[in-house]
């Protein structure tokens, strides 16, 4: 009897355990040995486009880390050691464990290069006083970029280092080299002296029914011409002494966002909403799709740009807006410079230009190399001009580009992207220009004098309300950005297309009008040079060509507008967009077209 109910407990037991395992794995769904702690949550990002923000593309770097280990034997992804090695990714230094898996960010290269698994050192010290362009130290350009010293022997190229628009190079000797020890540029008689490049210009004055003289507005030396007008002044005649521009009496309406002063108040696209100004960014990368700029880094860059845009002091109340991020895997483009750049222009405005709009493209690369030195950015200027001044007399892409290196400082892109709407630097001289000093007489008799031509453009950027700049080799400047000058010039080293790196920050009133203004002059460009062909009658001045781009016969016949070369009437010309607004080339001269 006892071992009878010895049994029956024991059965009941077996039961109530084998309810309990029932239960539980009705509850859990395993058994308790086996069962897993609580597994990580993943959030769900929200839509970029429901925030009013566009949608991010792919970013273009880093490359994306093997996967770990699949389960099963094997290491577990617990067992992969953390820090098992550093990599550069996306331009900075990243913890990579044993399951080849990046981590945090072991290093913040910023301004510097990525080299193996650790950011390029920097010598602040070695690199005290040393300007980003470089200095022409006898014949070897010396220089600084973000920490990085950098020597180019000129000499050992067999050529030779002179300071152009973009700081010191290496240029081949001439016999027309600059005389260092004599100011340039200066009068002899009614010869004007001028140094471009590195190399002598000689003009004479005379050949333009000018003389040769110091202004008294800048110091600078011009062939300046005078010229009798009888024009009423300004309070009676709005075109003022010197005229309309194409002879057109202006008709003042509301104002528009076109870049014209629409209301006739000396000011362009004020109190005017406008589009914001789109760019794409292409990001050079090696063939397995690594560079050095994440799309963070892109979007900082825009940010700057913006800050500088919408600033109190010289803003210019427009935006500028990231319209896509591509990446350009070509390992060729890692290092751009004189060999490249062309073959980098034709295929970055290809894709750029496939837009239904002005679009800037900004390629964003790891170094640049002009004329030997490196260079923190370079850019083209519209049409070859800058300032409302022709800088070169060359045919010009209709679209253009900017590229910037990752040795760069935080001011570099807004300069870049002030000379592709059309902002010389603050000390570019142009010697070619003659000044038209105008004499006229109001209604009572009374004798005035005044400057058709601006004068300012012989001062450096072509805009009058920039002081004059002897550039970087006549001045250099404090930590309170305070400018010390040859000869007691006194320029603003906080205006952004100088080369006082560390003041610069903002823009003259008189930039900004001239960038709206550029802007509309390469809207025109994309929509007839770019996506066009626009049609248009010859010698008809109403044919609606677009400013800077003339009425002209294509191949086929068919006139269509294109872009104006530098050449005057009866200059020598192979093509016609060598020659100049209003010309044709013909008969290998650039002749005037009828009026109809």
Known sequence: ???????????????????????????????????????????SLPDDGAAGRMPAPPAPGPRASPPGPAAGPGPSRAACAPRARRECQAG??????????RGEKAEECSARLCKGEACEPADDLACAGLPQEGICDGDVVRGCLSGWLFERDCRAL???????????????????????????????????LACVEGEAIVRDCALFDARCEVLQQTGVAACVASRELDRAPRDKDPCGPCGCPNGAQPEFTD??????????????????????????????????????????????????????????????????????????????????????????????SGLASSGPGLQVPIVFTDEIIAEDAPKAGLS??????????????????????????????????????????????????????????????????????????????LAGDGI???PYDPGPEGCNYDQQCSPHCQGGAAPSTHNLMSYYTDCRDRLTPEQTIEVKRTRSVLEGFHRCAV??????????????CPEQMTCRPSERGAFSCTLDGAFLEGESCRAQVQCGAGLICTGGRCARLPER
Request: hydrophobic share 35%; aromatic share 6%; glycine share 10%.
């Open 92 to 101: 900075d230094v990243y913890w990579i464990d044993a399951c080849d898996q």
């Open 464 to 466: 009058c309300d920039t």
């Open 531 to 544: 996506q066009g062909p626009c049609p248009c009658t010859p010698g008809d001045t109403n044919t609606g």
């Open 1 to 43: 009897m006892a071992s009878s109910t010895r049994r029956l407990g024991w059965s009941i037991a077996l039961l109530v355990a084998t309810a309990a395992i029932g239960l539980w794995l009705v509850l859990f769904g395993e058994s308790p040995r086996s069962a897993r702690g609580p597994q990580k949550q993943t959030a």
């Open 255 to 348: 104002e528009q966002c076109n870049g014209q002063d629409d209301d006739g108040d000396d000011w362009v696209d004020e109190d005017v909403s406008c589009e914001p100004l789109s760019v794409i960014a292409f990001v050079v990368s090696d063939a397995t799709g690594e560079s050095s700029y994440s799309r963070e880094d892109i979007e900082r860059e825009i940010d700057a740009i913006n800050a500088i845009f919408a600033a109190e002091h010289g803003g210019l109340r427009m935006r500028v807006s990231l319209a896509a991020v591509h990446d350009l895997p070509r390992s060729a483009y890692l290092r751009v410079d004189d060999g490249n750049f062309g073959a980098l222009l034709d295929e970055v």
């Open 158 to 192: 067999g050529k030779r280092c002179v300071i152009g628009d973009e700081g010191a190079v290496c240029h081949k000797p001439s016999e027309d080299d600059c005389d260092r020890q004599r100011p340039l540029p200066r009068c002899a008689g009614d010869k004007l």
């Open 380 to 457: 083209t200027i519209p049409n070859g001009t800058c300032g409302g001044v022709r800088r070169s007399l060359s045919p010009q892409p209709p679209l253009g580009m900017v590229v910037v290196a990752k040795r760069r400082a935080p001011t570099t892109g807004m300069p870049r992207l002030g000379h592709f709407l059309g902002l010389c630097h603050t000390h570019e001289v142009d010697p070619q220009t003659v000044v038209q000093t105008a004499h006229w007489r109001d209604a009572q008799g009374r004798g005035f004098s005044t400057t058709c031509d601006a004068t300012c453009s």
